[in-house]
T-cell receptor, first 117, second 113 residues
Framework: AQKVTQAQTEISVVEKEDVTLDCVYETRDTTYYLFWYKQPPSGELVFLIRRNSFDEQNEISGRYSWNFQKSTSSFNFTITASQVVDSAVYFCALSEAQTTGRRALTFGSGTRLQVQP | DAGVIQSPRHEVTEMGQEVTLRCKPISGHNSLFWYRQTMMRGLELLIYFNNNVPIDDSGMPEDRFSAKMPNASFSTLKIQPSEPRDSAVYFC???????????FGAGTRLSVL
């Protein structure tokens, strides 16, 4: 069965610090997708990124970057020069793409990031 | 374009009452998902529809929960009778295809007293 583990329950940093959120996943499918979502204090779930299992290139989007390593089943998320507005709960999620796979997202338990001014 | 629209945003009801949550997916999306978020269990799938047909309802807790998707632009999640342990935030999400990006509604916060 699929599983997503976010071992960091809560992280607190001071503004402008870099911070990395860890995500480790388990799946038997060879084709799958990994996601990160942000849940700010207002409660909505905001999509950040999707990567497929065949694309291990790291991605950078502004202050955000993602490091996907199949060898360690990890999909880590780094925020560079954090800002107070980055304070939120961040969820890593997995969906399987093969015919018999689970299409719905399996979420990790989330990491609460607090960025102090 | 409008995103996924859920109603109501907040619902407070008494134990034993029927509760109906509503969702309008993004136009053109053919997959719809209902998730529930609680402190104890986190975010978990309740049911998933593809082309209005329920595909995976393994997360539906028990017979008190039912979901329908009568057409491509509307889905309901009904709890009858409601119990205090049903208190949670219920999210609806839609995607273009089953493995595409899921976009979430703002959620319905349900409190059962």
């Amino acid at each position: 069965a699929q599983k997503v583990t976010q071992a960091q329950t809560e992280i607190s940093v001071v503004e402008k610090e870099d911070v990395t959120l860890d995500c480790v996943y388990e799946t038997r499918d060879t084709t799958y997708y990994l996601f990160w979502y942000k849940q700010p204090p207002s409660g909505e779930l905001v999509f950040l990124i999707r990567r497929n299992s065949f694309d291990e290139q790291n991605e950078i989007s502004g202050r955000y970057s993602w490091n996907f390593q199949k060898s360690t089943s990890s999909f880590n998320f780094t925020i560079t020069a954090s800002q107070v507005v980055d304070s939120a709960v961040y969820f890593c999620a997995l969906s399987e793409a093969q015919t018999t796979g689970r299409r719905a997202l399996t979420f990790g338990s989330g990491t609460r990031l607090q960025v102090q001014p | 374009d409008a995103g996924v629209i859920q109603s109501p945003r907040h619902e407070v009801t008494e134990m034993g009452q029927e509760v109906t949550l509503r969702c309008k997916p993004i136009s053109g999306h053919n997959s719809l998902f209902w998730y529930r978020q609680t402190m104890m269990r986190g975010l978990e799938l309740l049911i998933y529809f593809n082309n209005n047909v329920p595909i995976d309802d393994s997360g539906m807790p028990e017979d008190r929960f039912s979901a329908k998707m009568p057409n491509a632009s509307f889905s309901t999640l009904k709890i009858q009778p409601s119990e205090p342990r049903d208190s949670a935030v219920y999210f609806c999400a839609s995607s273009l295809g089953a493995v595409d990006i899921q976009y979430f509604g703002a959620g319905t916060r349900l409190s059962v007293l």
